[in-house]
């Protein structure tokens, strides 16, 4: 199954709501999350920067992905997200083999 990373920032309402009854949603919650959109949780942390949680998930396919994060959405929690499609090291050297049978010419001034 392929593998995604899916960042997401929550709101300050979710932030504040969380403060209030602390608990690491990261084990059962999106574990769970991730089992109902047909996958698995291979990780998930919380972190600095730009995004508060990413979760690495391993599910059948974009649809799936697709699925997941709108409902997580829709939720209202999350103020902006961000997924990712990773690639494994063999796919993206399958990937840069096939770009040699590609003919494309750039455009020119």
Do not use: H
Request: with cysteine.
């Amino acid at each position: 199954m392929p593998l995604y990373m899916y960042q997401a920032a929550y709101t300050s309402e979710s932030w504040a709501a969380q403060l209030k009854n602390p608990e690491n949603r990261m084990g059962n919650v999106v574990r769970a999350i991730c089992e109902s959109a047909g996958g698995k949780l291979v990780g998930a942390w919380y972190c600095f920067g730009d995004y508060d949680i990413t979760v690495i998930a391993d599910l059948p396919n974009n649809e799936s992905m697709t699925a997941m994060a709108l409902a997580v959405a829709a939720g209202g929690s999350i103020k902006t997200a961000k997924t990712t499609v990773l690639m494994s090291g063999e796919d993206a050297v399958a990937a840069m083999k096939k770009a040699n049978t590609i003919s494309y010419k750039p455009p020119t001034g």
